[in-house]
């Protein structure tokens, strides 16, 4: 293995970008992802945004899940660690998926929203442009996955865990 994919694959670097990008993920949940605007009987012209939590509901749930994948890739014994990587790798791509769905249809995800802040079901029309915040989360989604291909890159040279505090008979 080439020297900057060993360190890629170090458990450690492993670790800290997966973090990274999950912690980058859950900050930019908390945004604004999606600002518009309403003309409605209820709401008048008003002017309205969404956070990434209302408009990506799950988004911090796949959040933690990224953290806790990767925690448990470099820390469980190889079977695990298969498993680990399949629950991280799902984890980023339900989240590539959350934020893209955001990006491609802003106006479709601010329609509930607006529709629930007024206490209806269903949707209000509006005109609406997602703002910096789902890009940055796309970003956290990239450096996310460049924790799980260090993972990937590592996982076979990666010692399993101690015995020592192991149970014995």
Do not use: H, Q
């Not at 003309?39 to 799950?58: K, N, Q, Y």
């Not at 929203?113 to 970003?139: C, F, H, M, Q, Y």
């Amino acid at each position: 293995m080439s020297r900057p994919a060993s360190r890629l694959a170090s458990k450690g670097v492993v670790v800290l970008l997966a973090l990274v990008g999950a912690g980058g993920l859950l900050v930019s949940g908390f945004r604004p992802w999606v600002t518009g605007a309403v003309d409605d009987a209820v709401l008048g012209a008003t002017r309205i945004s969404a956070t990434g939590a209302e408009v990506a509901p799950g988004l911090s749930a796949v959040a933690l899940a990224i953290a806790a994948a990767a925690i448990a890739a470099v820390a469980a014994g190889r079977i695990t660690r298969i498993s680990a990587l399949v629950a991280y790798a799902a984890s980023v791509a339900i989240a590539v998926l959350l934020t893209v769905r955001v990006l491609l249809d802003p106006e479709g995800v601010l329609g509930p929203v607006a529709a629930s802040r007024v206490g209806r079901t269903g949707t209000i029309e509006n005109v609406a442009d997602p703002t910096i915040w789902p890009w940055v989360a796309l970003v956290a989604c990239g450096v996310a996955v460049l924790g799980l291909l260090g993972a990937v890159l590592g996982v076979r040279a990666w010692a399993g865990p101690s015995a020592r505090y192991e149970v014995s008979d």
